[in-house]
């Protein structure tokens, strides 16, 4: 069979299909690549790639593009199972024998409503990674004998069985090739990342014990697997001589400094190629790999510091205490790595007072940007069983009708709204300080393209902000 990757159309902005690193649309633009997607259409003849949202195709669009392909998998979420499964049931009804497929944390978790939401519409789910059993399928392999999978039969839910985790991650092939092959690469935009970058990974699952973090508790696991150092080097050496105009690589693993020596490794193998990269990475990462990736051309790392409250850390499991993120601060700063740190609100502890202490706490770190988060317990994590057991997840509309994130979590000290409300007022306390602003215009002043795109950015966080607010009205 020929199989369609799709990131099918949602919401405008909406980046939750694809990188899956944020279910919802985005303050300011920002897309991930569909690298899950790339890794099985890279190891099948006639495949194709479509990012739906960044490549603006309409549903119109992408089911003229399925008429040609006998299977269409996709890459489904929480917050859009209902639409996804609305494409399948479109796809079905102008071809019924193609084969649709999806996968993803939700239907790994829960497979059998899953199934049962789209009775007319899916095949078959994939339960964990599907690169080889999305492969097997189009092989002509029985259901029966591709592990891993879940399918209707006279109206009842089978299950294979459960497929290993992936350890061989050389046995994969780059994803890069697939990216020039079939994505707009230009029009892939994360605002702190230089314009145009390329993401891929160089390990699967986080060892991190994160209660709220969904991808290693539902679907690349706890146990970490690494590429070899020599495999992530031929990667981006590829990427330096076929896609000239990079300008940023993203190691976009789940944690890749997790792996203090294989971070180490990849970084001294790489440094001669003359690179720029980020990375994710945990707020405790030591002074001497932080240097060593920098001088590999590392400039710019994610790190999730969630709260500034002490106690909300050790109630989600953090690892990571306040102490060891003002050094790691204090350690990249005296690198020049810049930061873009991420918060959550709402998390298990969270109060009135959380509130404003994690808010003081990011403009005391002093970060080159932020993001906000709602706290959102998204089935298979253990943060999703906590707030079910104490009753406090007070609705299941993880986002609104145009994709913005909605406060489903409800406390008796702290409501929703509040918690809600504590997003726009954590942005304009950080971002509208006269510190921050003074070196905004001093940066717009003496670099033109600095200027436009921070007018630019400046420009749709407001217009975001305008319509977050219809959206609580």
């Given at each position: 069979m020929k199989p369609l990757f799709l990131n099918p159309p949602t919401f405008e902005d909406f980046d939750g299909g694809a990188g899956a690193r944020y279910q919802a649309s985005r303050e300011v633009t920002s897309f991930w690549y569909p690298t899950w997607l790339c890794?099985?259409?890279?190891?099948?003849?006639?495949?194709?790639?479509?990012?739906a949202p960044v490549q603006k195709y309409t549903l119109e669009h992408c089911l003229s593009i399925a008429k040609n392909f006998d299977m269409v998998v996709m890459y489904t979420s929480t917050p859009t199972l209902k639409i996804d499964i609305e494409t399948a049931r479109r796809i079905k009804s102008q071809k019924p024998e193609t084969v649709t497929v999806l996968t993803g944390p939700h239907v790994t978790i829960l497979p059998d409503e899953s199934l049962l939401a789209g009775k007319d519409s899916i095949d078959i789910v994939c339960r964990g990674e599907f690169d080889y059993a999305i492969k097997e399928l189009c092989e002509g392999w029985k259901w029966d004998d591709v592990q891993g999978i879940s399918f209707l039969r006279n109206g009842t839910a089978v299950h294979t069985p459960d497929r290993p985790i992936l350890t061989d991650l050389d046995a994969l092939p780059f994803v890069a090739p697939i990216y020039k092959r079939d994505l707009a690469i230009s029009?892939?935009?994360?605002?702190?990342?230089?314009?145009?970058?390329?993401?891929?990974?160089?390990?699967?699952?986080?060892?991190?014990?994160?209660?709220?973090?969904?991808?290693?508790?539902?679907?690349?696991?706890?146990?970490?697997?690494?590429?070899?150092?020599?495999?992530?080097?031929?990667?981006?050496?590829?990427?330096?001589?076929?896609?000239?105009?990079?300008?940023?690589?993203s190691f976009d693993d789940d944690t890749f400094s997790a792996d203090k020596k294989h971070a180490r490794e990849v970084a001294e193998l790489i440094k001669p190629l003359k690179v720029s990269w980020v990375i994710n990475a945990r707020a405790n990462c030591d002074f001497d790999t932080l240097k060593i990736m920098r001088d590999a051309g590392l400039h710019h790392v994610i790190v999730g510091f969630e709260s500034g409250d002490e106690q909300i850390l050790k109630n989600i499991k953090k690892g990571v205490t306040k102490a060891q993120a003002i050094q790691f601060v204090k350690d990249c700063k005296k690198l020049g790595i810049t930061i873009h740190g991420a918060f959550i609100m709402g998390l298990p502890g969270e109060t009135r007072e959380t509130i404003q202490e994690t808010i003081s706490y990011a403009k005391m770190l002093d970060l080159d940007s932020i993001q906000?988060?709602?706290?959102?317990?998204?089935?298979?994590?253990?943060?999703?069983?906590?707030?079910?057991?104490?009753?406090?997840?007070?609705?299941?509309?993880?986002?609104?009708?145009?994709?913005?994130?909605?406060?489903?979590?409800?406390?008796?000290?702290?409501?929703?709204?509040?918690?809600?409300?504590?997003?726009?007022?954590?942005?304009?306390?950080?971002?509208?300080?006269?510190?921050?602003?003074?070196?905004?215009?001093?940066?717009?002043?003496?670099?033109?393209d600095v200027r436009k795109k921070l007018l630019k950015d400046g420009k749709q966080y407001l217009e975001y902000m305008r319509k977050r607010k219809q959206t609580q009205n």
């Open positions: 890794y099985p259409a890279g190891m099948i003849e006639g495949s194709r790639v479509v990012d029009e892939y935009v994360i605002p702190h990342f230089k314009s145009p970058y390329v993401a891929i990974y160089t390990s699967r699952g986080c060892p991190a014990k994160c209660t709220f973090c969904l991808w290693p508790q539902t679907y690349s696991g706890q146990k970490m697997r690494t590429r070899s150092p020599q495999s992530v080097y031929e990667e981006v050496k590829w990427i330096k001589e076929n896609l000239p105009e990079i300008r940023d690589i906000v988060s709602l706290a959102s317990p998204y089935p298979g994590t253990e943060f999703y069983e906590q707030c079910k057991r104490e009753g406090w997840i007070a609705s299941d509309a993880y986002i609104d009708d145009t994709g913005h994130q909605m406060c489903v979590i409800n406390y008796p000290h702290l409501s929703n709204d509040e918690i809600f409300k504590a997003v726009e007022d954590f942005y304009n306390k950080f971002y509208f300080r006269p510190k921050y602003i003074l070196r905004s215009i001093g940066k717009m002043i003496v670099n033109s």
